[in-house]
Every structure is written in C-alpha cells, then in structure tokens.
C-alpha cells in the first residue's frame, strides 16, 4: 500500500488537529508550532532556539495545496507570550474564512519552507525503514496505514 493521493486528517476537538476543516474555497489546516534549529536541544540555552509560529495552510477541495500563511510569535525564552500571541493570530485567520466550519479534511502532500524548516505533509517513508508513513511537519503528526485520519505523535 502506498500513501494515497489524499491523506485523511481527522478533526479531533479540543486536540492536536482542532484547527482544521473546509471553508467556501476548499480545506484549511491551522495551527500553532514550533521548530528548533538543529542540535540546540542539546545547549543549555536552547530555548532561544525554539521559534514558535502561527500556521494556516489553505487547500482546494481536491485537497492541493494553494497557499501558507506563518507568522513567527517569538521564541520560548518567553514561552507562554509567544504561544498566547500565536493563537491570537490564528484565530484572527480562522474567523476570517468564509463559511468555516471545522471538520475532517483530505490533503495532498506538499511542504513550504519557512525560517530553514519544512512545514508541511512529506513522505518519510524512506526514515521509516521504507514503511509507508506520511508526516505532517514540525507538528510532529504522523500518519500510516490504513490511512483513516488517525496520527502519531
């Protein structure tokens, strides 16, 4: 089995995929992240390396991808503001689609970069032992066989 065209994501209220759903113009994954530069979570310091970042990615109804929007918040020297104002920024986002409603969606893989990082929904079969495995990144949400919407984390 390999991964579908369109990998199911199920919405899971009050949770990791909470922020996600379709509006007039298609499916919308959002959500507040972070990424950390590599090999400082090993400094005494790291968390001046841990950027945290507003997400809306938007998709057409066929579930490809048509369009990012990130905001970084800061970084987890000062954590809980950085977290705060991210969420304020995505909910702004999400009150302005029109006609959202929160929901399972279906997207096709794809990945932007921003600051250095992928975000996005990659295969990393290959980090997998060739397994199929699909990761939607840096959420940390992995998704397998037999592909109902559920993930890892």
């Given at each position: 089995m390999a991964i579908p065209d369109r990998v199911p994501i199920a919405h899971e209220p009050g949770y990791r995929t909470d922020t996600i759903g379709s509006f007039d113009h298609g499916q919308f994954f959002g959500s507040v992240t972070a990424t950390l530069q590599d090999g400082a979570g090993s400094k005494p310091d790291w968390y001046r390396y841990k950027r945290w970042y507003a997400v809306l990615h938007q998709f057409d109804v066929d579930g490809g991808h048509t369009g990012s929007q990130t905001w970084f918040a800061g970084t987890s020297e000062d954590e809980d503001t950085s977290i705060r104002r991210a969420q304020e920024c995505l909910a702004?986002?999400?009150?302005?689609?029109?006609?959202?409603?929160?929901?399972?969606?279906?997207?096709?893989?794809?990945?932007?970069?921003?600051?250095?990082?992928?975000?996005?929904?990659?295969?990393?079969?290959?980090?997998?032992?060739?397994q199929d495995h699909a990761e939607f990144l840096p959420d940390d949400l992995g998704f397998d066989p037999p592909w109902d919407g559920c993930y890892d984390t």
């Open positions: 702004g986002w999400l009150e302005a689609l029109p006609g959202r409603a929160f929901g399972d969606i279906a997207i096709k893989l794809f990945q932007v970069n921003v600051d250095g990082h992928v975000f996005g929904l990659v295969d990393e079969s290959e980090l997998y032992d060739g």
